[in-house]
């Protein structure tokens, strides 16, 4: 059985940070050992300069002050100082000794085992239903896409000193289970407080401003045994809810503590206890199944059932007398008339306009009919005004839900596109889909892997190969971001650098090779999103010259053109306000062309047009260009060893 592990959860230090030091240094030395420590709330707050006149934010980041042991951190109501999300962006989350900062959808596992999920910042429903992605530190908000990324991100494993540097952590990094062990996070369910017999001392509006409706599903996913979050109110106060638990054959315990604020203005009257200590210890294949505590409550999440209570008929005495209205007859209700299941004469169903007589509109045979687009299936006569089509409605019509980013109204869903999670995403590595023994290399923010069916024909497809393995690979962020224009500004430095490291690499590789390189990159926004990447293809020198002319000719044939202003298009798309697909030239330059709306854009139209250069038609579609995965891992191993002094991140 695994040991278990002393956690120390202290509430928002709003920036006194030498004191927060001093007093767990002191609470460890009596109390302790501790493993680590968390921080939920606002760690950071406003400047504060100490008694020298420096701030103590800036001190921290430098090194002049120490914490005494690990501490976890994460982004409360606050923006981040810029300074701190800086220094994020250079080491992915250590922002000094002992101290680590949580994304606002971070998952990390200890070197203890326990996995701990992390919601930061505040929610307001109409950022969350209408951002275009997800917020970054620079931001108080989180949106739909936070709890997406969230919820992806708890399929996978993930360490805070862990950089995926080698194939053997990617295999050994996925989840079988969503849940966690700890949750952390700024605001409630809203479900928290039903069922609680433990007194809130607090006002509705108190309690509902700290409380996300969308945190709920949240819960019901990742059934976290230890919640914390800040306390509720303007002094926020300590409450402890009674434990709960959740049917399942472990019949796993959860408990919600919120925690009072250690720093900031003093509060009035009684100071709020700003600490809680706990002993966990990791689930593993032997746990053994916690009891049900004496005074477990019934699961808000699960059993908390909101039924709106009818209103009452004003009392009346035995004559029918109402105190309000004076002599009103009781209602009498008129009973019903059972016909059986065949209508009245003369009637017609309004769905199939009598098609098909003798039956009732509530057992219509075409009541249950599937359109094209796997809605419902309109009934005769009915036309789609966005597209003409007979077989969906307008709300089920892909080309009337593609509308402009920003745009609200239309026939479309509201709301921003929602990701697809990791688990059915090709390109996560905590995905069961992506194909591990094609990965080639790994750095801190991206990866690079031949495709399946690469373009350049390989082994049994090939006479001969330029480039060691084929050379057509993909470089892909680690993180899981729709597009690359749509990862937030104050995260983007540290992946963009990476990318155009790993592009200048295999320049270099493939000019050793007699070959130049092409990079493209579809950037499209799409209802269920994406996993961004840039696909890179080697060509022999004597075509570079022609690949602009190429895409311009096969792009006229299509309807795709390409900005003059190429830079200036670009620009326009970022923040996720379009789509774009992207070429860079062997000569350095760049070509762009803005996806439009109600227009079709194949995703394949890159491969399609190298294909054509290259004079193999026939290499068009990846899936007739697969390969048996013994030559894949022939490949993969062939470009690795040719790649290795080229690699920036070896």
Known sequence: MASSVKVLTVGPALGSIRDLFAKVKAIDAKHGKFDFVLCVGDFFGPPKIDDEGEDETELLLNGQIEAPLEFYIMQGKIPFPHSVIQKFARTGGEICKNVFMLSKSGLITTPNGLRIACLGGIYDPEVYSTSEAAPGFASPFFASQTTDRLLSNTLGSSNPKQNYKSLAAIQSGSSPSQLVDIMISNVWPAAIPMLSAVPLPLSPPEISAVCAPPLDDVMRRLQPRYHFSVGAGQSPIFWEREPYVWKDEMERVSRFVA??????????????????????????????????????????????????????????????????????????????????????????????????PGHLVRDCPTRHAVGDTGGKKPREGYVCRACGSESHYLDDCPVANVRPQGQRGGGGRRGPPKEITSDECWFCLSSPNLAKHLVVAIGSECYVTLPKGQIIPTQSAADHVDVPGGGHVLIVPIAHYPTLNTIAPDLAPPITEEIERYKTALRAMFAKHSMAAVFFEVGRLRQKGGHAHVQAVPIPLNLKDAVESTFVEEGGLLGIDFEERAEEALASCSNGRGSYFRVDLPDGGMMVHVLKDHVPFSIQFGRQVISTLLGTPNRHDWKECTLSEEEDRADAQAFKQAFAPFDPSS
């Open 259 to 356: 925690v009072g604020a250690f720093g900031g203005p003093p509060p009035e009257g009684k100071k709020q206890r700003w600490f809680y200590a706990f002993s966990i210890a990791p689930n593993g294949p032997a746990a053994v199944p916690a009891s049900k505590p004496a005074n477990a409550s019934k699961n808000p999440f699960t059993e908390a059932v909101h039924i709106p209570r009818k209103r009452e008929m004003p009392e009346m005495d035995d004559s029918g007398q109402n105190f309000i209205f004076g002599n009103v007859q009781k209602p009498v209700k008129r009973a019903r008339v059972d016909r059986g299941d065949k209508p009245p004469e003369g009637y017609k169903c309004k769905r199939c306009e009598g098609t098909d």
